[in-house]
T-cell receptor
Framework: NAGVTQTPKFQVLKTGQSMTLQCAQD?????MSWYRQDPGMGLRLIHY???????DQGEVPNGYNVSRSTTEDFPLRLLSAAPSQTSVYFC??????????FGPGTRLTVL | DQQVKQNSPSLSVQEGRISILNCDYT??????FLWYKKYPAEGPTFLIS?????DKNEDGRFTVFLNKSAKHLSLHIVPSQPGDSAVYFC???????????FGAGTQVVVTP
């Protein structure tokens, strides 16, 4: 099993550009989520999904969209990047009551 | 308004000694608590957890303590090893789907 994979590992965007951070898991987990990690802030939940076709907002959803068309994939879209979205992004998946597994992260810089 | 606080951003400890990491929270509804370990350029990995019905859980060198009345969670690592050098996050949740709230993390450095 590859576990949770994320692409790209690094990305530099200009303000106003759009992009999609990819996340995939091969563990057949129902629950997937996106976090961002900022210095002194820990990890903050952006969006989460409890199954294909079901998504909801987390703590810091503004500026981000998600969709869940399959169990395996949970992409995160930035429609118009802003410098405040410079961060490290982690995708995670888990079964209900199970261990949460994180991907290796995407380091995003918005100029 | 941070509900979960790790007030020590860093901790230096000698190899073989005990590392004690602390985490305070404000929401009394949290009922499941975890510690994650994170190396640079990697995602966090699960370390140990405890539910609110317990006050202690051990797994090898790692012990987690929960004091619900004080709203305080701690992690003890005994003995500390150089490979324990990492950032440690506490996390907690109020629901079975696990919308976790994380602390800001504590950087642990274990010196020879």
């Amino acid at each position: 099993n590859a576990g949770v994979t994320q692409t790209p590992k690094f990305q530099v965007l200009k303000t106003g550009q759009s992009m999609t951070l990819q996340c995939a898991q091969d563990m057949n987990h129902e629950y997937m989520s996106w976090y961002r990690q900022d210095p002194g802030m820990g990890l903050r939940l952006i969006h989460y999904s409890v199954g294909a076709g079901i998504t909801d907002q987390g703590e810091v959803p503004n500026g981000y969209n998600v969709s869940r068309s399959t169990t395996e994939d949970f992409p995160l879209r930035l429609l118009s990047a802003a410098p405040s979205q410079t961060s490290v992004y982690f995708c995670a998946s888990r079964e209900v009551g199970g261990t949460q597994y994180f991907g290796p992260g995407t380091r995003l810089t918005v100029l | 308004d941070q509900q979960v606080k790790q007030n020590s951003p860093s901790l230096s400890v000698q190899e073989g000694r005990i590392s004690i990491l602390n985490c305070d929270y404000t929401n009394s509804m949290f009922d499941y608590f975890l510690w994650y370990k994170k190396y640079p350029a990697e995602g966090p990995t699960f370390l140990i957890s405890i539910s609110s019905i317990k006050d202690k859980n051990e797994d090898g060198r790692f012990t987690v303590f929960l004091n619900k009345s004080a709203k305080h969670l701690s992690l003890h690592i005994v003995p500390s090893q150089p490979g324990d050098s990492a950032v440690y996050f506490c996390a907690m949740t109020t629901d079975s789907w696990g919308k976790f709230q994380f602390g800001a993390g504590t950087q642990v450095v274990v010196t020879p």
